[in-house]
C-alpha cells in the first residue's frame, strides 16, 4: 500500500514522498506571490532547501532565505525575520525544517502584522484575543524532523531571555493552513537525532494520553500514534533510509501534536527550563525524563496504563509493563538515563522549579503539582531515582 494521502486533519496535509514537488502549488493555493521560506542554518546550507527556492522561482515565485534562527528560538530571531519580511515585501511564510524553524516561521507570519510586542500574544487567559487576525500571513509548513508536530499546531514555542523561561506563543489562526509532509526529507537525519525528535514524538503522545482532561478523539489519536513509535522508531534510528519507517514516523509526530489538544504535563514543564536555561534538545530532554515523570505520577496512571499495555501488545499488561518498554526503547536508541548527562545538576532543582510549576503544561499533569514537588522530581531525574509522588 502506498503511504501517501490528501487529508484535512486539523488542517490540509499533503502527505507522501516526493510531495515538496508540489511546494510552488501550495503557496499558489493559499494566495502566496512571495514566499519568505524561514529555516535554520544547518537546514539552509542543505541542497533541500536551494530546490525549494528554486521550485518556487522557476512556478513565478520569488523567494527568499531568512535562516538567522537558533535552536529554541528567541525573540530577536522573531523581530529580524520580520523586519526582513516588511522590507521586501513578502505575502507569505514557508516554514521550513524541525521544531524551531518552524515555530518561528509560524510566529513571523503572526508577527508581520500586530503592532503590540510578542510577549502579548502568550498562551494565557483570552491574550489571544488581542491578536490583530488580519495581520497574520498565511502559512506553509514543510516540516523535516519527525518530533515536534509543530506543522499542525496552534501556538509557538520561543525563549524569552529576559527570565529564561519558553514562552508559548498561541492564536488559532497560527496553525499553518496547508502542510507539505514528505517523509523523503527526513532520510538524511542522524540516528541521535532521529531518536530524539522521535522521542519527542512519543512524549506528545503519552502525556495527551494520561492528561485527565476529557477529549476522548485526541486520546484515540494518541493512542495509534503510540503504535506507531513503538513499532517504527527503532527501526528508523537503525536504518535511516527506511522510507516506511519514516513515513509512519512522520505521521506518529503530526497525530502527537493533534492530540496534545487535549493537555500536555510534568515532562514538558521539566523540559522547557533546562532548554531555556542550558540549551538542552527539547526531544532529547523529554525522553530523558520520561520515566521519571510516569513513576512520579504512578498512582493516577495505574488504569490507564493497563489500557496502554494492551493496545501496545506489550508483554504485561500493566503500569510496569509500559516502563519497562519506554526503559528498554530509551537504551536501545542511546537516550541518556539522566538529566545529569544533559548537565543539569543538582543546584538547578531548586531555580528550575519554579519555572516548571509556571508552565502552562503543569495543568495538564496527572497529579497536582507544586514548587517543591517539581524540586524533588527534577532531583529524582538529576539522580535516577524512580520514584512516586507519594
Known amino acids: 500500500m502506498t503511504l501517501r494521502g490528501n487529508w484535512n486533519y486539523p488542517?490540509?496535509?499533503?502527505?507522501?514522498?516526493?510531495?515538496?514537488?508540489?511546494?510552488?502549488?501550495?503557496?499558489?493555493?493559499?494566495?502566496?506571490?512571495?514566499?519568505l521560506l524561514v529555516?535554520?542554518?544547518?537546514?539552509?546550507?542543505?541542497?533541500?532547501?536551494?530546490?525549494?527556492?528554486?521550485?518556487?522561482?522557476?512556478?513565478?515565485?520569488?523567494?527568499?532565505?531568512?535562516?538567522?534562527?537558533?535552536a529554541n528560538p528567541v525573540e530577536a530571531n522573531v523581530t529580524a525575520g520580520v523586519e526582513l519580511y516588511k522590507q521586501r515585501g513578502y505575502d507569505g511564510v514557508i516554514a521550513f525544517g524541525g521544531g524551531s524553524a518552524l515555530d518561528a516561521g509560524k510566529a513571523i507570519a503572526l508577527m508581520s502584522g500586530q503592532s503590540r510586542p510578542i510577549w502579548d500574544f502568550e498562551d494565557r487567559e483570552d491574550w489571544y484575543t488581542r491578536v490583530n487576525v488580519a495581520g497574520i500571513a498565511p502559512t506553509v509548513a514543510v516540516p523535516t524532523t519527525s518530533g515536534t508536530g509543530s506543522e499542525?499546531?496552534?501556538?509557538?514555542?520561543?525563549?524569552?531571555?529576559?527570565?529564561?523561561?519558553?514562552?508559548?506563543?498561541?492564536?488559532?489562526?497560527?496553525q499553518p493552513a496547508l502542510v507539505i509532509a514528505d517523509p523523503?526529507?527526513?532520510?538524511?537525519?542522524?540516528?541521535?537525532?532521529?531518536?530524539?525528535?522521535?522521542?519527542?514524538?512519543?512524549?506528545?503522545?503519552?502525556?495527551?494520553?494520561?492528561?485527565?482532561?476529557?477529549?476522548?478523539?485526541?486520546?484515540?489519536?494518541?493512542?495509534?500514534?503510540?503504535?506507531?513509535?513503538?513499532?517504527?522508531?527503532?527501526?528508523?534510528?537503525?536504518?535511516?533510509?527506511?522510507?516506511?519507517?519514516?513515513?509512519?514516523?512522520?505521521?506518529?509526530?503530526?497525530m502527537g501534536a493533534t492530540a496534545f489538544q487535549k493537555g500536555l504535563g510534568a515532562m514538558h514543564s521539566l523540559s522547557h527550563p533546562c532548554s531555556a536555561n542550558l540549551n538542552t534538545h527539547h526531544g532529547l530532554t523529554n525522553a530523558v525524563v520520561m520515566p521519571y515523570v510516569l513513576a512520579w505520577n504512578r498512582a493516577a496512571l495505574e488504569e490507564k496504563m493497563v489500557r496502554l499495555a494492551a493496545f501496545l501488545g506489550l508483554r504485561q499488561h500493566s503500569f510496569d509493563g509500559v516502563m519497562d518498554w519506554i526503559l528498554e526503547l530509551r537504551q536501545t536508541i542511546g537516550i541518556p538515563p539522566t538529566l545529569a548527562d544533559l548537565g543539569v545538576r543538582a543546584e538547578h532543582a531548586a531555580v528550575f522549579a519554579p519555572q516548571a510549576f509556571?508552565?502552562?503544561?503543569?495543568?495538564?499533569?496527572?497529579l497536582a503539582m507544586d514548587i517543591?514537588?517539581?524540586?524533588?522530581?527534577?532531583?529524582?531525574?538529576?539522580?535516577?531515582r524512580l520514584d512516586s509522588a507519594a
Not at 488542517?11 to 514566499?35: H, M, N, Q, S, V
Not at 542554518?41 to 537558533?70: K, N, T, W
Not at 509556571?358 to 496527572?366: A, F, K, W
Not at 517543591?372 to 535516577?384: P, Q
Open 372 to 384: 517543591e514537588g517539581f524540586e524533588r522530581l527534577y532531583r529524582n531525574c538529576i539522580e535516577g
Open 39 to 70: 529555516t535554520d542554518p544547518g537546514l539552509a546550507a542543505l541542497p533541500m532547501i536551494a530546490d525549494a527556492v528554486e521550485s518556487c522561482r522557476q512556478a513565478g515565485l520569488p523567494c527568499d532565505v531568512f535562516s538567522s534562527v537558533q
Open 184 to 254: 523523503a526529507l527526513t532520510l538524511a537525519l542522524p540516528p541521535h537525532v532521529t531518536a530524539a525528535v522521535g522521542m519527542d514524538a512519543l512524549s506528545h503522545n503519552l502525556e495527551a494520553y494520561c492528561s485527565p482532561f476529557y477529549h476522548p478523539m485526541a486520546e484515540g489519536i494518541a493512542l495509534e500514534g503510540m503504535r506507531l513509535i513503538r513499532e517504527w522508531l527503532p527501526v528508523a534510528v537503525k536504518d535511516g533510509g527506511n522510507l516506511e519507517a519514516r513515513s509512519h514516523m512522520m505521521v506518529a509526530s503530526t
Open 152 to 174: 499542525v499546531g496552534r501556538a509557538s514555542v520561543i525563549t524569552d531571555v529576559r527570565d529564561h523561561t519558553k514562552k508559548i506563543i498561541f492564536h488559532p489562526k497560527m
Open 11 to 35: 488542517t490540509l496535509i499533503r502527505f507522501g514522498a516526493g510531495r515538496i514537488a508540489e511546494l510552488p502549488d501550495a503557496c499558489k493555493t493559499l494566495g502566496i506571490r512571495k514566499p
Open 358 to 366: 509556571n508552565d502552562p503544561s503543569t495543568g495538564g499533569n496527572p
